[in-house]
């Protein structure tokens, strides 16, 4: 389980990139690069890490489920997860 800290800090920059993303794309289209220069390095929609939803930890993420595959396996062992199943044949 990562620190409730590094799970906070990936909140803010969410919310930075969220809070300057029409900003960022109205100087890229403008090609004002000076501009973009001045904006907030965590703006940058490239900074963010995928974290495991429930946990926090940033490996093994799936996409699909946002969740990470230790967190996934387990929900899904247990049939929290629908329309996933185990494989058998």
Not at 13 to 18: C, D, G, I, L, P
């Amino acid at each position: 389980m990562a620190k409730e800290s590094v799970k906070a800090r990936e909140r803010k920059k969410q919310a930075t990139v969220e809070r300057f993303a029409a900003k960022r794309k109205a100087l890229k289209e403008a090609g004002d690069y000076v501009g973009l220069d001045k904006l907030p390095k965590n703006a940058s929609p490239v900074r963010l890490h995928n974290r495991c939803k429930l946990t926090g930890r940033p490996r093994g993420y799936m996409r699909k489920f946002g969740i990470n595959r230790v967190t996934f396996r387990e929900l899904a062992a247990n049939g929290k997860i629908p329309g996933v199943t185990r494989a058998s044949w």
